[in-house]
């Protein structure tokens, strides 16, 4: 265990010592700042109008968490289109660049230990993506109003959702570190992972097409189809153990392509 956390720390230090730590979070900061901004205006503007209509029935039916934080979520996932391959490009692909792979390799460190050690340091670094947005609903909370007594956010669906949004980018992760275990450029790395999350987020819509139980079976596949679940607060157990099994089997992967080069 101590030698992954070691691991864990030292790729840390490697994000929080470069740009790419801050940079990632600035960015990310930001743009979600903007969809907060944007998914509000929104809220605002259909209040007014139903409020200029004469239509309270429809304003008793809007709230913050289906106009304001479920799309906000929903935008933000495909930010980590970009993100998640710029945080795991340099995992493994780095290591190989620099000719430091073959000392990890005689290192007295096993290769799951380093696998879950690496794993372990983006997950840090996905987790603390995800919970920056928190602060909007906080700022709901705080700030907001609503009709009903008690809170103006449900948040039941806002920790589902966040739940569910931080699965699909361990899951992305894990996917994003075989891709760079298996090459030695990050530009290669950065560009495959970044096709294969594209492939993730196209498929369900390719799915609509489809009838009958291949839709079914297409549309289970993805992680997309069952974050959405998790946005609406319906997050299932067999959503939890899809995640859990999906991140599994690609750490899996990225094991074995570890050890075949233990053995070269």
Same mark, same amino acid.
């Given at each position: 265990?101590?030698?992954?956390?070691? #691991?864990?720390?030292?790729?840390?230090?490697?994000?929080?010592?470069? =740009?790419?730590?801050?940079?990632?979070?600035?960015?990310? @900061?930001?743009?979600?700042?903007?969809?907060?901004?944007?998914?509000?205006?929104?809220?605002?503007?259909?209040?007014?109008?139903?409020?200029?209509?004469?239509?309270?029935?429809? !304003?008793?039916?809007?709230?913050?968490?289906?106009?304001? =934080?479920?799309?906000?979520?929903?935008?933000?996932? *495909? #930010?980590?289109?970009?993100?998640?391959?710029?945080?795991?490009?340099?995992?493994?692909?780095?290591?190989?660049?620099?000719?430091?792979?073959?000392?990890? #390799?005689?290192?007295?460190?096993?290769?799951?230990?380093?696998? %879950?050690?690496?794993?372990?340091?983006?997950?840090?670094?996905? @987790?603390?993506?995800?919970?920056?947005?928190?602060?909007?609903?906080?700022? !709901?909370?705080?700030?907001?109003?609503?009709?009903?007594?008690?809170?103006?956010?449900? *948040?039941?669906?806002?920790?589902?959702?966040?739940?569910?949004?931080?699965?699909?980018?361990?899951?992305?992760?894990?996917?994003? #570190?075989? $891709?760079?275990?298996?090459?030695?450029?990050? =530009?290669?790395?950065? %560009?495959?992972?970044?096709?294969?999350? !594209?492939?993730?987020?196209?498929?369900?819509?390719? @799915?609509?097409?489809?009838?009958?139980? *291949?839709?079914? $079976?297409?549309?289970?596949?993805?992680?997309?189809?069952?974050?959405? &679940?998790? %946005?609406?607060? /319906?997050?299932?157990?067999?959503?939890?153990?899809?995640?859990?099994?999906?991140? @599994?089997?690609?750490?899996?992967?990225?094991? &074995?392509?570890?050890?075949?080069? /233990? *053995? /070269?």
């Amino acid at each position: 265990m101590g030698n992954i956390i070691t #691991m864990a720390r030292k790729e840390l230090n490697i994000y929080f010592t470069t =740009i790419i730590g801050y940079a990632g979070f600035g960015t990310y @900061a930001f743009l979600m700042g903007l969809v907060f901004i944007t998914t509000l205006n929104k809220y605002q503007n259909f209040t007014q109008f139903y409020l200029a209509n004469q239509q309270p029935q429809l !304003l008793e039916q809007l709230n913050f968490n289906d106009a304001i =934080i479920t799309p906000m979520l929903s935008t933000g996932l *495909w #930010m980590y289109l970009f993100f998640i391959p710029f945080l795991t490009m340099r995992q493994f692909a780095e290591e190989k660049s620099n000719r430091t792979f073959e000392l990890l #390799m005689t290192a007295p460190i096993s290769s799951l230990q380093l696998v %879950l050690g690496k794993f372990l340091g983006v997950a840090a670094m996905v @987790a603390t993506m995800t919970a920056i947005p928190l602060v909007f609903p906080i700022i !709901l909370h705080v700030y907001g109003s609503s009709s009903s007594p008690g809170s103006p956010v449900e *948040w039941m669906p806002v920790l589902s959702g966040f739940l569910s949004v931080f699965l699909m980018g361990i899951v992305f992760a894990s996917m994003g #570190m075989l $891709v760079s275990a298996l090459t030695e450029s990050q =530009i290669v790395a950065a %560009l495959l992972t970044f096709a294969l999350l !594209l492939v993730n987020f196209v498929t369900p819509m390719l @799915a609509q097409r489809l009838d009958g139980e *291949w839709r079914s $079976v297409v549309e289970y596949i993805t992680p997309v189809t069952h974050v959405m &679940r998790g %946005l609406q607060g /319906r997050l299932l157990l067999s959503d939890l153990v899809y995640f859990c099994s999906c991140a @599994a089997a690609y750490l899996y992967f990225t094991l &074995r392509v570890v050890e075949s080069h /233990r *053995w /070269r």
